[in-house]
């Protein structure tokens, strides 16, 4: 019931963020605004594959499902790769959804909001991704089955420049693949 | 028939040049307060066409107001417009209050190249000493506002003793498109944004963008094959060489003075950490051992140093390291942010990416006094580089929510704008002298 609330309760302030991205976008023209923004709704762009498991269903832009697998996204702090406590869950199903399907890959790419140095920002997404990778891998995943990247401040999913696009660009993408 | 055919080659000529104009334009954005007033004199033109391929004294003027030293007066205030040094009357500028007249000349020869005079005065000098340059160039067509850059080095040369650097190149990153279609170029221009020539262009991001000492070759991290990787590529033959492609970061390259080694990030062992390439024997070095980040190291000019980036006290600071491994000092204590640093070519002074109170600024840190001294207003700057001389930084900015690139003076006076007519720039990179 509290993972539901928060749950429900963060794709609310997303959506909320997300529509004065997309204003802000709108009026000052950034590339990538719309678009980008419908790409960060809870991953629902994202293309996962599933090859041969029928474990993960698609999923559209609302909420109302709030199966831990259909959380794709992992958000952080200013400066920060510590993972917190409200996203543990969400990277505990996946790393159990990989363990029962060792077929399965993901790859993590990290990100950050747009602040401070372009060659900072890439390593500080690359310990972003590491740092969920650490915590699939504890829970038993195979590494073979994790692959990390880093696109730094380069791959927005919101071009506004202000926090309520930040943390949404602050974040760790869980795509699957096929294998 | 013969009107015709001359429509068909301006047309041409038209679709030659219009790349050209493509490029990045210059607004001032920062004032002029204490620049030494100058005359410079628009010069003749004797030629077939109305007007010349390139208007030398307008680039002259305009490299002398970006270097935030000089004020040349408005066209509207030049008292005379004399264009050889029979016609010049000495005591016509004192009264207008500017120290230094330039005046010139272009024609078209014979042969088709182009002969360029230029003349320097000191308007207080008795008129037997008054002149300081006479210079002639005859040059091809194409090497007219390169020509234009080098008068610009000579006057600035003999007027502050230090060494121009307009008759230089600076490479950037654009990008463009929307959604998840976007299309990123590595491109090279002069100094003053014109004359882009592209050099990469990929859907997937590029970065980091560093010229080799001599000015042939670039270092970059191209991600086209879905993840960084470090590229070296020669600006004249286009070749080039994937030199890093290890799992994780292949990041942030930059040439050793001596243009033998390469500084870049690898994440090899899981880790950002600051290793050194052996050009000649391909052979990697890693130079720091630390958990936390370490990335963007630049040499010192005597090559014996890199100057990188760490979080290791907690926050992003700069530190310094032996290039050869060793003991790491930490340079700066100013704020919990300080990143991307580049060193001024005499070693003396090293700028970064200053976070404060919300906003990141370009800041300047001088070695010997100690003093930390912001020079930009941020919000969102970033990848500052020296020019040559050491006199102005490079770097990219946020300006109406779009990246764009902008000039600062190393004193903070003087800035500009080099904005292109759509799109995002970013990463800049100020190459080196000329050959």
Same mark, same amino acid.
């Given at each position: 019931?509290?993972?539901?609330?928060?749950?429900? @309760?963060? =794709?609310?302030?997303? #959506?909320?963020?997300? !529509?004065?991205?997309? &204003?802000? *976008? /709108?009026? +000052?023209?950034?590339? %990538?605004?719309? @678009?980008? =923004?419908?790409?960060? #709704?809870?991953?629902? !762009?994202?293309?996962? &594959?599933? *090859? /041969?498991? +029928?474990?993960?269903? %698609?999923?559209?832009?609302?909420?109302?499902?709030?199966?831990?697998?259909?959380?794709?996204?992992?958000?952080?702090?200013?400066?920060?790769?510590?993972?917190?406590?409200?996203?543990?869950?969400?990277?505990?199903?996946?790393?159990?959804?990989?363990?029962?399907?060792?077929?399965?890959?993901?790859?993590?790419?990290?990100?950050?909001?747009?602040?401070?140095?372009?060659?900072?920002?890439?390593?500080?997404?690359?310990?972003?991704?590491?740092?969920?990778?650490?915590?699939?891998?504890?829970?038993?995943?195979?590494?073979?089955?994790?692959?990390?990247?880093?696109?730094?401040?380069?791959?927005?999913?919101?071009?506004?420049?202000?926090?309520?696009?930040?943390?949404?660009?602050?974040?760790?993408?869980?795509?699957?693949?096929?294998? | 028939?013969?009107?015709?055919?001359?429509?068909?080659?301006?047309?041409?000529?038209?679709?030659?040049?219009?790349?050209?104009?493509?490029?990045?334009?210059?607004?001032?954005?920062?004032?002029?307060?204490?620049?030494?007033?100058?005359?410079?004199?628009?010069?003749?033109?004797?030629?077939?066409?109305?007007?010349?391929?390139?208007?030398?004294?307008?680039?002259?003027?305009?490299?002398?107001?970006?270097?935030?030293?000089?004020?040349?007066?408005?066209?509207?205030?030049?008292?005379?417009?004399?264009?050889?040094?029979?016609?010049?009357?000495?005591?016509?500028?004192?009264?207008?209050?500017?120290?230094?007249?330039?005046?010139?000349?272009?024609?078209?020869?014979?042969?088709?190249?182009?002969?360029?005079?230029?003349?320097?005065?000191?308007?207080?000098?008795?008129?037997?000493?008054?002149?300081?340059?006479?210079?002639?160039?005859?040059?091809?067509?194409?090497?007219?506002?390169?020509?234009?850059?080098?008068?610009?080095?000579?006057?600035?040369?003999?007027?502050?003793?230090?060494?121009?650097?307009?008759?230089?190149?600076?490479?950037?990153?654009?990008?463009?498109?929307?959604?998840?279609?976007?299309?990123?170029?590595?491109?090279?221009?002069?100094?003053?944004?014109?004359?882009?020539?592209?050099?990469?262009?990929?859907?997937?991001?590029?970065?980091?963008?560093?010229?080799?000492?001599?000015?042939?070759?670039?270092?970059?991290?191209?991600?086209?094959?879905?993840?960084?990787?470090?590229?070296?590529?020669?600006?004249?033959?286009?070749?080039?060489?994937?030199?890093?492609?290890?799992?994780?970061?292949?990041?942030?390259?930059?040439?050793?003075?001596?243009?033998?080694?390469?500084?870049?990030?690898?994440?090899?062992?899981?880790?950002?950490?600051?290793?050194?390439?052996?050009?000649?024997?391909?052979?990697?070095?890693?130079?720091?051992?630390?958990?936390?980040?370490?990335?963007?190291?630049?040499?010192?000019?005597?090559?014996?140093?890199?100057?990188?980036?760490?979080?290791?006290?907690?926050?992003?600071?700069?530190?310094?390291?032996?290039?050869?491994?060793?003991?790491?000092?930490?340079?700066?204590?100013?704020?919990?942010?300080?990143?991307?640093?580049?060193?001024?070519?005499?070693?003396?002074?090293?700028?970064?990416?200053?976070?404060?109170?919300?906003?990141?600024?370009?800041?300047?840190?001088?070695?010997?006094?100690?003093?930390?001294?912001?020079?930009?207003?941020?919000?969102?700057?970033?990848?500052?580089?020296?020019?040559?001389?050491?006199?102005?930084?490079?770097?990219?900015?946020?300006?109406?929510?779009?990246?764009?690139?902008?000039?600062?003076?190393?004193?903070?006076?003087?800035?500009?704008?080099?904005?292109?007519?759509?799109?995002?720039?970013?990463?800049?990179?100020?190459?080196?002298?000329?050959?």
């Amino acid at each position: 019931m509290t993972r539901r609330i928060v749950s429900i @309760g963060l =794709a609310a302030v997303a #959506a909320l963020a997300l !529509a004065a991205c997309a &204003g802000t *976008g /709108g009026a +000052g023209g950034g590339p %990538g605004a719309a @678009g980008g =923004a419908g790409a960060g #709704a809870g991953g629902g !762009a994202q293309s996962y &594959g599933a *090859g /041969g498991s +029928g474990s993960i269903q %698609g999923q559209g832009m609302g909420g109302a499902q709030q199966n831990p697998l259909e959380q794709r996204t992992i958000y952080f702090a200013f400066d920060s790769s510590a993972i917190e406590a409200k996203y543990r869950p969400i990277i505990a199903a996946h790393a159990a959804n990989l363990v029962a399907h060792p077929n399965e890959s993901v790859t993590l790419e990290g990100n950050t909001d747009e602040r401070g140095s372009a060659e900072y920002n890439l390593a500080l997404g690359e310990r972003r991704a590491e740092a969920v990778k650490q915590m699939m891998l504890v829970q038993g995943v195979a590494p073979a089955q994790i692959r990390t990247i880093s696109f730094g401040k380069e791959r927005p999913v919101c071009t506004a420049h202000d926090e309520a696009c930040w943390k949404l660009n602050r974040r760790v993408d869980i795509v699957y693949s096929k294998q | 028939m013969g009107i015709l055919r001359r429509y068909v080659v301006a047309l041409l000529l038209l679709c030659a040049v219009s790349p050209v104009w493509a490029g990045l334009t210059i607004q001032i954005t920062r004032g002029v307060a204490g620049a030494v007033p100058i005359a410079v004199v628009p010069f003749s033109w004797s030629g077939p066409t109305p007007a010349p391929p390139q208007d030398i004294g307008a680039i002259v003027a305009a490299d002398l107001a970006r270097s935030g030293r000089f004020a040349p007066l408005a066209d509207k205030d030049l008292v005379a417009h004399p264009t050889a040094p029979d016609q010049v009357k000495l005591q016509n500028w004192r009264v207008l209050g500017v120290n230094d007249l330039v005046i010139g000349s272009v024609r078209v020869l014979p042969s088709g190249r182009y002969q360029v005079e230029v003349y320097l005065y000191d308007v207080y000098q008795p008129p037997a000493q008054a002149q300081l340059l006479g210079q002639r160039f005859v040059v091809a067509p194409a090497q007219l506002r390169r020509t234009a850059h080098r008068i610009s080095d000579m006057i600035f040369k003999q007027l502050t003793g230090l060494p121009g650097a307009f008759d230089t190149r600076i490479a950037y990153v654009t990008m463009s498109g929307t959604g998840k279609v976007h299309r990123y170029a590595l491109k090279v221009a002069d100094s003053d944004g014109y004359d882009p020539r592209t050099v990469l262009e990929s859907p997937e991001p590029i970065m980091s963008p560093a010229w080799s000492p001599h000015g042939r070759r670039l270092a970059y991290v191209s991600f086209e094959h879905g993840r960084p990787e470090v590229y070296i590529q020669d600006l004249a033959t286009g070749a080039r060489k994937l030199v890093a492609s290890f799992s994780g970061l292949n990041s942030a390259p930059a040439w050793s003075p001596n243009g033998k080694e390469l500084a870049l990030t690898l994440s090899r062992r899981g880790n950002p950490e600051i290793y050194t390439l052996n050009l000649e024997t391909g052979k990697f070095h890693r130079v720091t051992h630390n958990p936390a980040i370490d990335t963007s190291a630049v040499w010192t000019p005597d090559g014996r140093n890199l100057v990188f980036t760490s979080d290791r006290g907690g926050g992003p600071q700069i530190y310094e390291v032996p290039a050869a491994g060793g003991p790491v000092t930490r340079l700066t204590f100013d704020g919990s942010y300080n990143a991307a640093p580049a060193v001024s070519p005499d070693g003396q002074r090293i700028a970064m990416v200053h976070g404060q109170g919300g906003g990141y600024r370009i800041a300047v840190l001088d070695l010997k006094s100690g003093l930390f001294q912001v020079l930009t207003d941020g919000p969102l700057d970033d990848s500052p580089s020296f020019a040559p001389n050491g006199q102005m930084i490079l770097y990219s900015a946020q300006y109406q929510g779009r990246r764009v690139l902008a000039t600062v003076t190393v004193d903070g006076r003087a800035g500009q704008r080099l904005s292109s007519q759509q799109g995002d720039v970013q990463s800049p990179a100020w190459g080196p002298y000329r050959k």
